[in-house]
């Protein structure tokens, strides 16, 4: 299960995905977001991973032009948005002792210029995971957090190398 609140975006991808299903839903209405799991569960009987992927980065943007409006759309969005889904998927997860991965960023830990609220946001979201796989662990729930990453000439440059080396026979493979 797919969702999005950009109705022709995600009906493109369960095109493009085979046995994929789209649910129209913003993450940072609740009500989307109990249909969305009550969907999912209708359609397949269990929840066993909820992949908390939607945020946005606004451009660069210095602290004084940021507007308190703005940074309260981005914690609805990237912090709130990833704790209601996850709240409300919760009792479906401790019955499958399923999993929660919600993506971060690494500048929510090492920090980044001109994207205080970003920053905020996501090191938020990096903090909520932890105190949640504590909360979640005795029910067999794993939370865990995946940093995602960003395009940087470094990246970008290390792309073009092959690490490590590509085997050159399949006996090269065997790890025995």
């Known amino acids: 299960v797919i969702c999005d609140k950009d109705e022709s975006g995600g009906r493109a991808l369960e095109q493009e995905l085979p046995g994929a299903v ?3 839903c913003d ?3 609740e009500d989307d977001v109990k249909t969305l799991i ?3 569960i209708r359609r397949f009987g269990h929840l066993d991973c909820v992949v908390n992927n939607a945020g946005h980065h606004p451009p660069p943007q210095r602290p004084e032009e ?6 309260r759309q981005l914690l609805e969005l990237n912090l709130l948005g990833t704790y209601t889904l996850t709240k409300l998927a919760l009792p479906h997860l401790r019955k499958s002792q399923g999993n929660v991965i919600n993506i971060s960023s690494l500048v929510g830990a090492i920090g980044q210029a001109q994207a205080v609220p970003y920053v905020a946001t996501k090191g938020a979201v990096t903090a909520m995971t932890k105190a949640l796989a504590l909360d979640e662990s005795p029910y067999g729930v ?4 995946h940093w995602a990453a960003w395009a940087s000439p470094l990246r970008l440059g290390l792309r073009q190398c092959s690490w490590p080396p590509k085997p050159t026979s399949a006996r090269a493979l065997n790890c025995s």
């Open 22 to 24: 789209f649910i129209l």
């Open 27 to 29: 993450v940072t209405q």
């Open 38 to 40: 009550s969907e999912t």
């Open 66 to 71: 940021t507007s308190a409006q703005g940074f």
């Open 142 to 145: 794993r939370v865990n957090c």
